[in-house]
């Protein structure tokens, strides 16, 4: 992906998590709603590598859970709420 296209990407993530109502999805969730929203060409490794850049901004956080450790569940924080709302999205 080129430059643009990794933003857009980045915001369709946030854009989804925020219509979530911060109840969290998952990696599964999160790659069919960008398959479906039009991203075909990517792997499982770049939307965890988004992932991580977003949590390191503080953007979105991973969703406490004792129950199961292996299907982690992402939100978008208050920060990156204000992100998209700052610029419109």
Request: overall charge negative; proline content about 1%.
């Amino acid at each position: 992906m080129n430059t643009s296209q990794r933003e857009i990407f980045r915001d369709t993530l946030l854009r989804a998590l925020k219509a979530s109502a911060g109840c969290g999805l998952s990696l599964v969730t999160l790659d069919i709603t960008l398959r479906s929203c039009g991203f075909r060409h990517f792997e499982e490794a770049d939307l965890e590598a988004d992932l991580q850049y977003l949590l390191d901004k503080g953007f979105v956080a991973e969703v406490p859970k004792s129950h199961s450790l292996g299907n982690r569940l992402w939100r978008i924080t208050a920060a990156g709420t204000d992100d998209l709302e700052k610029r419109g999205l």
